[in-house]
């Protein structure tokens, strides 16, 4: 009975080496394309808001946060490419050195503290964050950088 339970278990083991040889013999993806990346956004509400957005390319980062409690409009569009463009004309991809990345955006924000009930027996919470935005922009071949920074907002309008 021994046996049979050691033999099973050889063959487990033989099985699982021969997968993992397998596995570690496939060749390397290497990816030569390029990338795009599109975000549209939209946020319309009243309450308490955190967001945060990243993106990067080569030798070029952006990132922008931002949070507060209130009423709140805004709309965002973010496009980031390497290596690739899209023609409209024939509708396909093409790879080319092109690279960049640009952020529109348009925030409506007033200031006002928030609570809300966590559960039917808790106490209000209550949220009163002024509002605060930060953009940060690099590019690391030219050395040149830009970051734009409000905090204790009572109003935001761009």
Known sequence: MKSKYRIAFLAAILF??????????????KLDSGII?????????????SA????????????????GSGSLSHESKLDSRNGAKFDTKQDDYTTT???????????DFSYSPRSMQ????????????????????????SGISMDARFDYLDTLRD
């Not at 966590?118 to 071949?141: D, H, M, R, W």
């Open 16 to 29: 699982s080496m021969i997968l993992a040889g397998l596995s570690c013999g496939q060749p390397e993806v």
């Open 118 to 141: 966590l559960g039917k027996y808790s106490l209000p919470v209550v949220f009163q964050s002024k509002g605060a935005e930060e953009t940060c922009l690099k590019n690391y071949i």
């Open 37 to 49: 990346y599109h975000m549209d956004q939209n946020v319309n509400g009243n309450g308490f808001f």
């Open 52 to 67: 945060y957005q990243n993106t990067g390319v080569t030798n070029l980062s952006l990132s922008n946060t931002a949070h």
């Open 97 to 107: 050195s092109d690279r960049g990345t640009t952020l529109i955006e348009s925030t």
